[in-house]
């Protein structure tokens, strides 16, 4: 039985860290790159312990404001930014974009005391895969880091049963007059290659970049290359709205 340890935020106790599969993201010899970015010491000090304590991830930063993520945006190389929702200068929204911009294949973690409904989708309509409370049961950061580093998403249990609910009941068909645009639906006159196309089936399945490449052949790093490509041909910023976009079109 694996061994389990204590989260000092919520009082819980989850399973440790195990085995992490060698065709996934996040190896000792290349661990996940992340930066984090709370305005509470206590938490952030916390989170950052979680995370210093997996050899699968390189806590590459902290930041406590908009205006210092902004910075370290700029300065360093990563692969999950992990953001509180309210900082003491604003609301994250702002830097999840930035971080987009920094890096499209980067991966957003918004983690937050709320469950606000309308600020979690439009986490989500940024491009964020991940929004976990600061609280949860049986909730793991460096997991959750290693899940979306490797094509998954983040979201604690019950505020999935939530949004899933809400969603169900309450389609948001006209986003609230201060959320950014959607992307608008590719024209007839996008095209994708072959292996763009190829690659994005695959993503539309679940696959991860290294299982992907595998069944393709090719590397990680090249799948990687392709969705880029993809996301600048679609103009979106995350692959749940690149395979959204490609079905309305018609592409895939």
Same mark, same amino acid.
């Given at each position: 039985m694996a061994p389990y340890r204590q989260n000092p935020l919520s009082g819980v106790c989850a399973p440790a860290a195990g085995m992490w599969p060698d065709f996934l993201t996040g190896q000792e010899g290349a661990p996940v790159r992340v930066l984090l970015i709370d305005d509470d010491e206590f938490v952030r000090r916390v989170i950052a312990q979680e995370l210093l304590s997996d050899l699968r991830i390189q806590l590459e930063g902290q930041a406590n404001s908009i205006r210092e993520g902004r910075k370290l945006l700029a300065t360093h190389e990563f692969d999950v930014?992990?953001?509180?929702l309210r900082l003491s200068d604003g609301l994250c929204f702002e830097l999840i974009d930035e971080?987009?911009?920094?890096?499209?294949?980067? %991966? !957003?973690?918004?983690?937050?005391?709320? %469950? @606000?409904? @309308?600020? !979690?989708?439009r986490a989500f %309509?940024?491009?964020?895969?991940?929004? &976990? &409370?600061k609280n949860a049961w049986l909730q793991s950061f460096p997991e959750a880091v290693l899940h979306v580093a490797n094509g998954g998403a983040a979201i604690t249990p019950r505020l999935a049963r939530r949004l899933l609910h809400l969603l169900n009941q309450h389609p948001r068909e006209h986003p609230a007059d201060d959320a950014p645009p959607l992307p608008a639906p590719p024209s007839h006159e996008t095209t994708l290659s072959r292996r763009e196309n190829q690659i994005l089936r695959f993503v539309a399945l679940g696959y991860v970049s290294v299982e992907i490449g595998a069944k393709l052949g090719i590397t990680g790093q090249t799948v990687?290359?392709?969705?880029?490509?993809?996301?600048?041909? &679609?103009h979106v910023h995350s692959r749940a709205q690149a395979v959204n976009l490609? !079905?309305?079109a018609g592409l895939i």
């Open positions: 930014l992990m953001v509180d971080a987009r911009r920094h890096r499209c294949n980067g %991966e !957003v973690i918004v983690i937050s005391a709320f %469950e @606000d409904d @309308d600020h !979690v989708l %309509e940024l491009g964020a895969t991940g929004y &976990l &409370l990687n290359a392709h969705i880029k490509s993809i996301y600048k041909k &679609l490609a !079905v309305q």
